[in-house]
């Protein structure tokens, strides 16, 4: 896609900072925040207020919705508001003002319980992880991660119902070199599997994000992993590759493991 509008929730996050990267300038960029940041201009949104999301993506062709509670060790309560009623008031919107696509920020941990080192540690990864496909079950390691299921359902009956592209991108963890570094020095094992393994990359997020929202799509709905080509990561890459031709470039074993080369 060319010379489109974009809508993006969630701007002031980590990954909304990106993404408002992502894009070169033919492309109208719309960042919505929470409140207020002085050092980025955006509207001001509240996700839970539907008839606010509905005014606001007036004239929109794509949302990238980002905005979220994003912890995965948060309580029920502290989840349902952001992560269920503003998901659905994101689709519901993107509906009613005729949006071309949603590129909905899915999760690693829609699907990482069977690789946890324990079930209560979902940033861990057990020493001989599994493969994991998009088109696997979804199995959440935490109620963040329901969240995350719910949304991806919710993204799945838009576009069979309704005909909306829907991009359920299923994010690792992004961090810049010396983040990564930090973590792995802090962690255990399992922790530090799972860093190796979940790692994204600020210029690969870019690459993901604007290739979610821009690449022409085979049908009107996509599951994706977003990782860096890190040679430990067990999220298949393959069919994010063939779905929405994003190609990664950095890996976490190159940062961490150069010194030892």
């Known amino acids: 896609m060319t010379n489109i509008d974009i809508a993006i929730t969630g701007a002031a996050g980590r990954v909304g900072r990106e993404a408002i990267e992502a894009f070169p300038d033919d492309h109208e960029l719309t960042p919505f925040t929470h409140s207020e940041h002085e050092d980025l201009e955006s509207e001001i949104l509240e996700i839970e207020d539907r008839d606010a999301f509905r005014e606001a993506l007036e004239g929109q062709d794509v949302l990238i919705h980002l905005a979220a509670n994003p912890s995965p060790e948060a309580d029920w309560d502290d989840l349902s508001g952001p992560n269920v009623e503003g998901v659905y008031n994101a689709f519901e919107a993107a509906r009613e003002n005729d949006l071309r696509r949603v590129v909905y920020a899915s999760s690693n941990h829609a699907v990482n319980m069977p690789n946890v080192a324990s079930p209560i540690r979902p940033e861990s990864t057990q020493g001989r992880p599994t493969a994991i496909r998009p088109s696997d079950r979804t199995r959440p390691d935490s109620y963040y991660g329901i969240t995350k299921v719910f949304g991806e359902a919710v ?5 069979d119902r309704h005909g909306l592209e829907v991009v359920n991108l299923r994010i690792g963890w992004l961090l810049s070199e010396d983040e990564l570094e930090e973590k792995i020095d802090e962690r255990d094992g399992a922790g530090e599997r799972y860093a190796r393994a979940m790692w994204l990359s600020p210029e690969d997020c870019r690459r993901l994000i604007n290739a979610a929202a821009t690449e022409p799509l085979e049908g009107t709905f996509v599951t994706a992993h977003g990782v860096s080509d890190n040679s430990d990561r067990f999220l298949s ?11 990664p470039q950095d890996n976490s074993a190159r940062v961490l493991d150069e010194e030892g080369e």
Do not use: P, V
């Open 237 to 247: 890459l393959t069919e994010t590759t063939l779905g929405i031709d994003y190609r």
């Open 155 to 159: 993204g799945s009956y838009y576009a």
